[in-house]
């Protein structure tokens, strides 16, 4: 067994943990609110996409236009989940359709369909670790330290920024490490599945906070 089909498999069972919180949140879907919600469908769509790019790998078909697929459910995501009210919603609103329109002069005029990573995938990724960033700070900055720990939330932006943070950098550099080192490439490739297993670990965590905080009030009802 050479050193990249061990890589394949460690990015096959870190992979597989997107299952946890996926599974957890379909189990109690009824006490999510409507941001978890978007949260599980954007799981779902991520492991729909890695499963399709996978099948069309063995397939020996190209699977780049999946990186644009990617680039409309991280949009989607921030809609749902970060642009929900106030002023920020505007200003959010507006970068995601500016990023959308240029998903199609991306496409068609710059850099084809079958591009190995976008501008508008990594820009996607670091508008999602920006926001993150930002609820992060304004949550520890505004929020008692006891009950922190139980706030889902805190998990779920904690979650897509890691997420969008090495998914960013991996499609921001991708082709450079395809040209230069194809072992820097599986390396980045693994590290990227192993910190969103973290992330995705994070969600699962949050989300069995969510169940209990729901479970504590009914119960006080």
């Known amino acids: 067994m050479s050193l990249y089909d061990i890589l394949d ?5 870190f992979m597989i943990v997107i299952v946890w919180p996926i599974l957890t949140g379909l189990i109690v879907w009824r006490q999510l609110d409507r941001r978890e919600r978007s949260l599980i469908a954007f799981l779902l769509s991520l492991l729909t996409g890695e ?18 697929v990617a680039t409309l459910a991280v949009l989607g995501l921030i809609l749902f989940f970060y642009a929900n009210s106030g002023r ?21 005029v710059w ?29 520890l900055d505004s929020s008692a330290e006891v009950s922190l720990r139980k706030n889902p939330f805190v998990y779920y932006h904690t979650g897509f920024f890691i997420l969008g943070f090495f998914r960013a950098g991996k499609s921001c550099f991708v082709r450079y490490f395809i040209e230069t080192s194809l072992d820097l490439y599986f390396f980045m490739d693994t590290l990227v599945v192993i910190m ?8 699962a965590l949050g ?8 479970v504590s009030s009914n119960a006080v009802v």
């Open 9 to 13: 498999w460690l990015w096959y069972g």
């Open 51 to 68: 499963i399709i790019a996978t099948i069309l790998r063995f397939s020996m078909m190209r699977n780049h236009f999946m990186h644009y």
């Open 88 to 108: 920020s919603r505007w200003i959010v609103t507006s970068i995601v359709v500016a990023i959308t329109v240029s998903i199609p002069i991306e496409v068609f």
């Open 111 to 139: 850099t084809g369909f079958n591009q190995i990573n976008t501008v508008t995938e990594t820009l996607a990724w670091l508008l999602l670790t920006s926001l993150a960033f930002i609820n992060l700070k304004h949550l």
């Open 196 to 203: 969103g297993a973290v992330a995705y670990s994070l969600f």
């Open 207 to 214: 989300i069995l906070y969510r169940q209990r905080l729901s």
